[in-house]
Each structure stands twice: as structure tokens, then as C-alpha cells.
């Protein structure tokens, strides 16, 4: 069964620091990978998606993901971290989509709560 | 352009009340919804998901129900509201060819006293 591993369920950096956030992923097909933002009291917004085409992938806001199959791994970069960047970053991967039917849903990961610190 | 709307925003309730979250989608047909709940210091977990009208698939048993009344319209509720039922409730749609993405709500903040 597909699933995803958050590993660091709080990160705190400096300001103009690299950001490093990581997921592990589970998957008996090709996946599909996200990486959503989420602002308190708000809903989650899609930060940049691997599909299965380039493994460098880079979303809004300077963030980018590197898809690394043999490492089952899709972490999430920024090289200088903006005090605008803290929120809660979750990790998800596509599950059914290799079926008919349109039956598809996303199972997360715990998540991550970035810390940015002047 | 597509946009996806719940309400209400913020809701109080007393132990043993009906719930009543209305999520609806506008700019595009026959999209699959979605609802999550968001529980303090925890992940998000898939309640229900719908492909149609009519269609609902459960993911884990529990004192809520949802309905799909129209193409873009997609109701959770219940009947008599546990303390542990409180939570943030997001609602999100997909479309039916993407490639998996979903696109969610503003989310709705539900406390049971």
C-alpha cells in the first residue's frame, strides 16, 4: 500500500537559511508525489507535483523537490528560507490512479511545521 | 478559472447537535470531492470521497455521513455530534483526468463543548 514518512515533525531555521524538509514514500507503482503548504486556519495549497517527467521538480515560492526512486525519497528544498516561509508542509502521494474508474484519493504524510527565526 | 467554497467557516457546537458542512465547486464538471479532517497535531485524513452524484465512498467508520446531492455539491453532517468530532474539516476536489492533484477549500473549524 501506498504511503508517505514525514521524518521531523518540527524544523526551526534562520532566516536566509536553507530549508530542508524530508519524505519518504511507499508505493508498489510509479507515483505521483505532492507537496502542499498549509497557513494556520487555512486550507492546504499545492506547492509543485511529481508526475513522473522530470525529477527536479520546482513549485511556487522558490521551493523544489528532487525525486530520487532509489532512495524513495521527495524532499523539499528552498536554499534561503523567508520568515513568510513558516507554515505546515505536508507530503502526499497519489493512490489508484492506476485504475479505471476514477477512484483516486491522496494519503499524507504527518506533516512538518517550519520555524523561521530572524 | 475553478473555485471550491465551504461553509460555514467557523462553527460551535454543543455535544449531541446535527452538523451540517457544505462544500461546492464551481468552473468545472463532474470533479471528485473530497472531505479531510484535520485533528490538533495531527495529519489530515480522508473521510469521504465521491465520483459522482450519489456516489459515496467511506474511509473510516465514524459518526459522520456525507451526501452528494448535485455534480458540484458536497454535504457532511451528522446526527448527534461527539467531543470527538471537533477538528478542522477541509473539503477538496480534483480533476477527473489530472494527475492526482487536489485542490482544497478554506476549511471549516468545528468545536464540540
Known amino acids: 500500500a501506498q504511503s508517505v514518512t514525514q521524518l521531523g515533525s518540527h524544523v526551526s531555521v534562520s532566516e536566509g537559511a536553507l530549508v530542508l524538509l524530508r519524505c519518504n514514500y511507499s508505493?508498489?507503482?510509479?507515483?505521483?508525489l505532492f507537496w502542499y503548504v498549509q497557513y494556520p486556519n487555512q486550507g492546504l495549497q499545492l506547492l509543485l507535483k511529481y508526475t513522473s517527467a522530470a525529477t527536479l521538480v520546482k513549485g511556487i515560492n522558490g521551493f523544489e523537490a528532487e525525486f530520487k526512486k532509489s532512495e524513495t525519497s521527495f524532499h523539499l528544498t528552498k536554499p534561503s528560507a523567508h520568515m513568510s516561509d513558516a507554515a505546515e508542509y505536508f507530503c502526499?502521494?497519489?493512490?489508484?490512479?492506476?485504475?479505471?474508474?476514477?477512484?483516486?484519493?491522496?494519503?499524507f504524510g504527518a506533516g512538518t511545521r517550519l520555524a523561521v527565526h530572524p | 478559472s475553478q473555485t471550491i467554497h465551504q461553509w460555514p467557516a467557523t462553527l460551535v457546537q454543543p455535544v449531541g447537535s446535527p452538523l451540517s458542512l457544505e462544500c461546492t465547486v464551481e468552473?468545472?464538471?463532474?470533479?471528485?470531492l473530497y472531505w479531510y479532517r484535520q485533528a490538533a497535531g495531527r495529519g489530515l485524513q480522508l473521510l469521504f470521497y465521491?465520483?459522482?452524484?450519489?456516489?459515496i465512498s467511506s474511509e473510516v467508520p465514524q459518526n459522520l455521513s456525507a451526501s452528494r446531492p448535485q455534480d458540484r455539491q458536497f454535504i457532511l453532517s451528522s446526527k448527534k455530534l461527539l467531543l470527538s468530532d471537533s477538528g478542522f474539516y477541509l473539503c477538496?476536489?480534483?480533476?477527473?483526468?489530472?494527475?492526482?492533484?487536489?485542490?482544497f477549500g478554506e476549511g471549516s473549524r468545528l468545536t464540540v463543548l
Open positions: 477538496a476536489w480534483r480533476k477527473r483526468e489530472a494527475t492526482g492533484e487536489l485542490f
Open positions: 508505493s508498489s507503482v510509479p507515483p505521483y
Open positions: 468552473g468545472t464538471s463532474n470533479p471528485n
Open positions: 502526499a502521494v497519489s493512490v489508484g490512479l492506476e485504475f479505471s474508474g476514477g477512484y483516486n484519493k491522496l494519503i
Open positions: 465521491s465520483v459522482g452524484i450519489g456516489q
